[in-house]
């Protein structure tokens, strides 16, 4: 039986896609690669589950991505998000795994014009060029308006078989969805944080900044109040409990060092403050005059600052 690796995210697409080749009777392997912005891990073993077939999670190294991220040589869509070059790189693991299977092809649910970066028809065809696997990249949603691939040439897939979806439509899909007996999410973007401009934003911040990578942990941007102090520190506060109880949550989550700091009112309502990189003395001058600036005027005996090594 000849087999594929097919790419999961656990949105319909990637489902469909590969479903579409299973029922011609190719054995479906699948891979999810799940980022530190886009955890898709458990949305497409869900997806796997419902197909029956074989996951492989691959989890990129953090830090590597974040350089990804920070020197995408295709650019970036409307956030900070490097669609191309991670799309790339989700296919050179997937051609990886293709080769230790000995399968010979590779399934995407890339729709030809979709809003999403990287679904033009010049990007669809450079992956497969970049990837190294020229003609051996089906994507059974818009097989009929791309050129033919080695496997529907050959006759391993009847092209046939396959579609002619174009743009943000999703009725065709959801259809298809249906027939199969799949569900899932419209679109696996929305689980990745870096589509989001205000987000994306506070990121290329934060790796402009001289903080180590390894401290640049995805929660960290998830809050829209912060303020750098140059390019050394960072001040984020809560907005309300729900912000404050995350802040405490991603203070356990960083590193035990004396310049991650978190400071928490004493007898008065007001926000829990993380500050990251600068020094005791100078992140309570920092979390002090920003009180102040919101008309709370204490004095630092009411807050009470903690780092991990003292605790
Ligand atoms: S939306 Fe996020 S996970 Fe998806 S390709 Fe773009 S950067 Fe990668």
């Not at 997937?94 to 028809?121: P, S, Y």
């Not at 900044?209 to 942990?217: D, I, Q, V």
């Not at 990189?277 to 920003?290: F, K, M």
């Not at 005027?297 to 780092?307: A, K, P, Q, V």
Request: hydrophobic share 40%.
């Amino acid at each position: 039986m000849s087999r594929c690796v097919a790419l999961l995210s656990g949105d319909l697409d990637g489902a469909v896609a590969a479903a579409l080749v299973q029922v011609q009777g190719i054995e479906v392997h699948t891979l999810a690669y799940a980022t530190q912005f886009s955890p898709v891990e458990e949305a497409a073993r869900q997806s796997a589950e419902q197909l029956q077939v074989p996951i492989r999670i691959v989890q990129p190294e953090p830090t590597e991505y974040l350089q990804l991220v920070a020197r995408p040589r295709f650019g970036y869509g409307k956030g900070a998000n490097p669609c191309c070059d991670c799309r790339l790189a989700m296919l050179r693991a997937a051609v990886a795994w293709m080769n230790e299977l000995e399968a010979e092809f590779i399934v995407t649910g890339d729709v030809l014009g979709q809003k999403m970066m990287g679904q033009k028809r010049s990007h669809l065809e450079m992956m497969e060029h970049h990837a190294g696997i020229p003609g051996r990249l089906v994507r059974p949603l818009s097989a009929k308006l791309l050129t033919p691939t080695l496997p529907e040439t050959t006759g391993l897939l009847d092209r046939e078989r396959f579609h002619a979806i174009h743009g943000s439509g999703r009725r065709k899909i959801r259809d298809l969805a249906k027939r199969f007996g799949l569900t899932g999410s419209e679109k696996g973007a929305s689980r990745c944080r870096l589509v989001d401009p205000a987000y994306g934003a506070r990121l290329q911040a934060g790796l402009a900044s001289k903080l180590p990578k390894t401290w640049l942990l995805p929660e960290l941007f998830d809050f829209p109040r912060q303020r750098w102090i140059d390019q050394r520190g960072l001040i984020v506060s809560g907005r309300n409990q729900a912000e404050n109880e995350k802040l405490t949550l991603l203070f356990g989550r960083l590193p035990a060092d004396p310049t991650i700091l978190l400071a928490t009112p004493l007898g008065f309502p007001g926000p829990t403050v993380l500050s990251v990189g600068l020094s005791r003395a100078e992140a309570e001058r920092q979390i002090l005059a920003g009180l102040r600036d919101k008309g709370i005027n204490i004095g630092g005996e009411r807050l009470r600052i903690t780092d991990k090594l003292t605790e």
